[in-house]
């Protein structure tokens, strides 16, 4: 299983994550305090001052993205975890797989398409 970390790449899933936490921050307070908490770190990989994998404890607020208020917003739990995967040296071709496929039943399973908020 080959690691996926592509700076350039990794560059725009922290940009995405930013624009999702900033776009929710004021309506959902968690949202705000988990981009008080994740912006050193995404500034640091926009600055590219990451250029190798983190250990996973370094990346906080997984609790408010998987299993907190933050995962009824799909758009943020997918980039939130897409970020986080591909930070930590996570991300294989393998995980890519499996995380596309729990993301497609997650989608059935609510009914939905897009963001649920």
Same mark, same amino acid.
């Given at each position: 299983m080959a690691v996926i970390f592509e700076i350039d790449r990794l560059k725009k899933e922290a940009q995405e994550l930013k624009d999702i936490l900033l776009k929710y921050k004021n309506r959902? $307070?968690? *949202?705000? /305090? *988990?981009?008080k908490l994740l912006d050193p770190i995404i500034q640091k990989v926009l600055d590219g001052k990451i250029t190798d994998p983190v250990p996973e404890d370094d +990346? $906080?607020?997984a609790y408010s993205f998987h299993e907190g208020t933050l995962r009824e917003i799909d758009?943020?739990? /997918?980039?939130?975890a897409?970020? *986080?995967?591909? +930070?930590?040296g996570s991300d294989t071709d393998e995980g890519r797989k499996i995380f596309d496929e729990i993301?497609?039943?997650v989608e059935e399973e609510k009914g939905i398409k897009g963001p649920n908020i």
């Open positions: 959902y $307070p968690e *949202a705000k /305090s *988990a981009l +990346i $906080p607020c758009e943020m739990e /997918s980039a939130y897409t970020f *986080a995967m591909h +930070i930590t993301m497609k039943e």
